[in-house]
């Protein structure tokens, strides 16, 4: 992000990223109690942000890990009920109908995440070569992933592994099938600086963002 601070503190209509995306699923689950999973030297300095911004939603604040595996496995310690969804801090914009589909989703089938088609066409990289592959076949994933609580915790029982590049690809390791739900394409994962911009340009065009949901 080129940012002297995280990019989940930056301002995004004048508040940062992360309020945006905590009071969304505060919004969509109102009765859900929320666990932030930060780094330990970040927490004073969220804590001054939510001071100043006059934040006042419930959450609970542990510290990460060395990894997101890590980091998950830290907050599902804390994580009580049936069911558990987890959301990156970056993304600000998905929608109440999002969780509620994934949360539905999880319900039945015990996993589920959201996810979207790609919009261009896919080919997979084999060193300098690479292959064209259907892009009906392919989805591009999102947060929150939804889970029964007992199913996901037994599965960050396992030891590290790189490819563990989110919960539903841990869970499928232990032998767990994850299914689908359609996210909504502005859930984007703010990561570059033209991200923040987008993500801005739909904060204030709300009745386009309800277009696409539609």
């Not at 590290?160 to 859930?187: H, Q």
Request: net charge neutral; proline share 5%; glycine share 4%.
């Amino acid at each position: 992000m080129n940012a002297s601070v995280p990019k989940q503190f930056l301002l995004l209509a004048n508040k940062p990223v992360l309020m945006h995306t905590l009071q969304n699923l505060h919004v969509a689950a109102p009765d859900a109690p929320i666990i932030l999973v930060l780094p330990a030297d970040q927490r004073e300095y969220w804590s001054a942000l939510c001071s100043a911004h006059h934040f006042s939603i419930l959450h609970q604040v542990v510290a990460g890990g060395e990894t997101r595996f890590h980091s998950v496995k830290n907050g599902l310690a804390l994580a009580t009920g049936d069911y558990v969804a987890v959301h990156d801090g970056v993304r600000p914009l998905v929608s109440k109908e999002t969780i509620d589909r994934v949360f539905e989703a999880a319900y039945q089938h015990g996993a589920a995440v959201p996810a979207i088609s790609p919009n261009d066409s896919v080919r997979i990289l084999n060193g300098k070569a690479s292959v064209a592959v259907e892009r009906a076949n392919v989805a591009l994933v999102q947060t929150p992933q939804c889970f029964r609580l007992a199913l996901i915790k037994k599965a960050f029982e396992q030891e590290y592994r790189k490819e563990f590049t989110d919960c539903a690809s841990v869970l499928e390791a232990d032998g767990v099938a994850v299914s689908t739900v359609n996210g909504n394409e502005e859930n984007i994962k703010i990561t570059r600086p033209q991200d923040l911009i987008l993500a801005d340009w739909y904060i204030k065009n709300p009745c386009l963002r309800k277009h696409h949901e539609d």
